[in-house]
């Protein structure tokens, strides 16, 4: 049935072959004249208002205003965005090829439904007087659809052609805009369900047909599995095309991450529907790399096309209930990292390693020779189960999934593991931080000088001091080399790994040469050398034989329900009696759109906001943390549940995007935490110039539409308290911590990332006091309690007793609240001293 339109959109494009730099629909066949002149807007109302509020629809007036475009366009060689532009394939509509090629539109009714010269009159003709939808014929009905189809329609239960169209410009069809232009790499998370449902849903069909065309409906359930489970295999398809397209530098490896990242979420579906069409897709993809010639991924692509086709035919009268889970976030992706190591803990400094991806802003060139780079590859065979790894690891005793775990001993030398995420699983091979030391600590101060001083720069000495490697010594870079290139571990050894008693220093050096500076390489071989002796001699050991191999499972992957990790005695509580909340501050009243909306305008802010504990809120949960996994089985919240958006945890520990509730939360307390929900000021309070600060008329205008005036004391306090200060008394009774030992003024000093200055920090202290009710004695007092719990810790067999006095309540008066804490400060006192006896 949908043959002709697979063809026109899997082939790729026929019209994009030849044509495609600026449009990928004919702009002959385009029928949309401008703006608002449009032939849909006369029979689609309902839709067209809907459009005109999107993203889609805005870019028309508002991308080429934008810095990030701006500084894309110039170093593209384009002086005008919306003429004669790569910029008018994805974020414009155009009629007309005749120079200068100008955009009509923002990303329009066209864009997704195809161009409309060919179809337009014949999918609006009913076969009825009067052309009333609701008095066709069944037949008519059929040859109608058929008809549209063939002339290149999308109609809005094509969902895999949709999602294909989608995610053709979502992932960035152009390497050389991103290689060459700086543009981003595309939306490697883009979950199309989640985006059709969205602002972009305009589902007003089944209204239009039995009432009044107003209701905006959702789509049905079944609907809702065929689209979530076709988006994944269209991103699968697109992966390849767009490899294909190019492997090279950094739009190649994108590609591949996004490839692999695709694999893994249709894993997911495989493992719960357990169909011959997705084993197929994934034993089909797995032996992918950037190498693979053009042919060959062209060729795959257009199989898992083959077979999407047939698996959307047969969607219709499937059964995929068992996807709800996953839909709606409350079953997880993937299985749980075990709670037991498979290997010594990464080595740890005192610094936080945070991954190349913070390096990328300043060290562009240098990046790009990262990604072409062996170092920058290096987890490849891995993810590609190459034969050696399999031998390597099979004699070890090291099982597949457990590879490219963080802790694994694989990837202390062979990934970047990123601190605080040692229990998942490692996307980056050798990175920056590998040689040049982790970066958390000289990361800000390291930028500081003039860069064409060199060793002599301030920002280079004080960087020394706080993690980085002097890699300028021929000492330091032996050293750095010998880490992981010269081997001493025995049964590494006899597993088959190299041993590095081969390797040059010098050729090394050359090959990964990234630095503008010469550096004299004659004394590094003699330092390798030193270091070497220094270390012993490698140990001469037989390779093991191989282990017999085991019985191939016909299962792809075992049901993560099933193998979560039973709870340990010390976690086995019982849960309190009582309401479960699912909020401790009031449901936000304008919507919450997420971090990465903000991050193109306020870069500085976003890096700095990706070091600070409040982005890493997350961790604990996804990580599995004692702590949490108490109080929350205290409290009466299942493990899965932990990141959903309908509960209390995520309430105030995660950005739970307005729409997505029922899903789990996957960023960090971000901007809108403080700032206030943005979905309503997020395009007026651009308004105006930023130095004029305050009165600025975008800054006026937001307030009412849910911006926080944060530079008044009072609304800080108040953004802070509304998570730092917990009103559920069943919550602290859990164990959570009451909030009562908050030292905001402290708090604000550390996450500043504005310009202006601090305000005093007693100004603070009294202001917070006045807000929260929490007096500054009442803090004092619980944070000299605490300071003593962690010695009563370790000096006694067993815990301090406190059960029996009366429960912490932060309502309560300043007296009787510093008397409670008086009491349990004595008490532990008393067991300190009985033990000191």
Not at 104 to 109: A, D
Not at 205 to 232: I, K, Y
Request: hydrophobic share 35%.
């Amino acid at each position: 049935m949908k043959a002709l339109i697979f063809l026109l959109l899997l082939n790729p494009l026929v019209w994009a072959q030849d044509n495609a730099r600026f449009s990928l629909e004919d702009p002959a066949k385009i029928v949309a004249e401008e703006f608002s002149k449009t032939p849909c807007r006369e029979c689609h109302v309902s839709e067209f208002e809907v459009w005109e509020k999107t993203g889609h629809a805005r870019s028309f007036w508002e991308l080429h205003r934008k810095a990030p475009a701006m500084e894309i366009a110039q170093k593209m060689g384009v002086s005008l965005i919306k003429r004669d532009s790569p910029c008018l394939k994805c974020h414009y509509t155009i009629n007309d090829l005749e120079p200068p090629v100008r955009a009509i539109s923002g990303v329009s009714c066209e864009s997704c439904h195809g161009a409309a010269l060919d179809w337009v009159q014949v999918h609006a003709d009913y076969g009825t007087p009067g052309a009333d939808p609701k008095l066709e014929m069944p037949e008519h009905r059929e040859q109608r659809i058929q008809t549209s189809l063939d002339a290149g329609m999308r109609r809005g239960d094509d969902f895999y052609a949709l999602a294909l169209r989608c995610l053709e410009c979502h992932s960035v069809p152009d390497a050389e805009l991103v290689n060459r232009g700086g543009h981003s790499t595309g939306t490697r998370n883009f979950d199309f369900l989640e985006m059709s449902q969205g602002a972009i849903r305009h589902n007003f069909l089944q209204s239009f047909l039995e009432g009044d065309g107003r209701t905006n409906a959702e789509a049905e359930p079944d609907e809702q599995r065929r689209m979530f489970v076709l988006g994944r295999v269209a991103a699968l398809e697109i992966a390849l095309r767009n490899l294909a397209q190019s492997n090279q530098e950094v739009y190649g490896q994108a590609q591949l991450r996004f490839l692999r990242e695709s694999r893994r979420k249709l894993q997911s579906v495989q493992d719960r529907l357990q169909l011959g069409h997705f084993q197929k897709m994934l034993t089909s993809t797995a032996d992918v790399t950037v190498r693979t010639d053009k042919v060959t991924l062209l060729e795959k692509a257009k199989n898992i096309g083959d077979w999407a086709m047939a698996l959307e035919k047969e969607s219709l009268s499937a059964d995929w209930s068992a996807l709800d889970g996953l839909i709606q976030g409350t079953d997880s992706e993937a299985e749980s990292a075990p709670e037991t190591p498979i290997g010594p803990d990464p080595a740890h400094s005192t610094f936080a390693t945070l991954g190349p991806g913070q390096c990328v802003s300043c060290h562009g060139d240098q990046n790009r020779w990262w990604i072409s780079d062996p170092h920058g590859q290096s987890v490849d065979p891995f993810f590609e189960a190459s034969e050696r790894v399999q031998e390597i690891t099979a004699r070890y005793g090291l099982a597949s999934q457990d590879w490219l775990r963080g802790d694994s001993p694989c990837m202390a030398c062979h990934g970047s593991v990123i601190t605080g995420r040692e229990k998942r699983e490692v996307q980056d091979g050798v990175g920056c931080e590998s040689c040049h030391g982790p970066g958390s600590g000289y990361l800000d101060p390291h930028q500081e000088g003039e860069k064409g001083t060199g060793d002599r720069r301030s920002g280079y000495i004080a960087a020394l001091t706080l993690g980085l490697h002097p890699l300028r010594q021929a000492e330091t870079r032996a050293a750095t080399c010998a880490s992981c290139h010269y081997i001493q571990d025995e049964k590494l050894l006899a597993s088959g790994h190299r041993s590095g008693e081969k390797f040059a220093i010098q050729t090394a050096l050359d090959k990964i040469k990234h630095w503008p500076e010469p550096l004299d390489f004659t004394a590094d071989a003699a330092a390798y050398t030193a270091i070497s002796q220094a270390k012993g001699p490698i140990p001469q050991v037989e390779v093991a034989d191989l282990p017999a191999p085991e019985a191939a499972s016909l299962s792809p992957g075992p049901d993560p329900a099933a193998n979560a990790p039973e709870p340990s005695p010390e976690t086995a509580v019982e849960k309190l009696p009582g309401e479960v909340l699912s909020h401790v501050r009031p449901n936000p009243k304008h919507p919450v759109i997420g971090p990465d909306r903000c991050v193109s305008c306020h870069e500085p802010q976003a890096q700095w906001w990706g070091r600070d504990v409040h982005y890493r809120s997350l961790d604990p949960f996804f990580d599995q943390n004692e702590k949490n996994q108490k109080i929350a089985a205290k409290y009466g919240i299942e493990q899965r549940d932990w990141l959903r958006g309908t509960h209390v945890c995520m309430d105030c520990h995660g950005t739970v995007i307005s729409g997505r509730e029922s899903r789990n939360a996957s960023q960090g307390v971000g901007c809108e935490a403080c700032h206030g929900p943005g979905g309503d000021y997020l395009e007026p309070h651009q308004e105006g110039k930023k130095a004029d600060g305050v009165p600025r008329p975008g800054f006026t205008q937001s307030l009412p539409l849910g911006l926080n005036p944060l530079q008044e004391v009072d609304a800080r306090a108040e953004a802070c308290m509304s998570c730092h200060k917990i009103p559920d008394a069943r919550l602290v009774e859990a164990g959570h911590p009451d909030g009562l030992r908050f030292d905001f003024a402290a708090g604000v000093k550390q996450i500043r990332h504005w310009d202006n200055p601090l305000e005093d920090l007693a100004v603070l202290s009294a202001t917070y006091a006045r807000v929260s009710g929490i007096s500054p004695e009442q803090a004092q007092a619980s944070r000299a309690a605490a300071a003593v719990v962690p010695e009563v810790q370790t000096t006694t067999d067993t815990p301090v007793e406190l059960n029996d006095l009366p429960p912490l309540d932060p309502n309560t008066d300043s007296a009787t609240l510093l008397k409670q804490i008086q009491q349990r400060l004595e008490r532990i006192r008393s067991a300190v001293q009985k033990r000191s006896q």
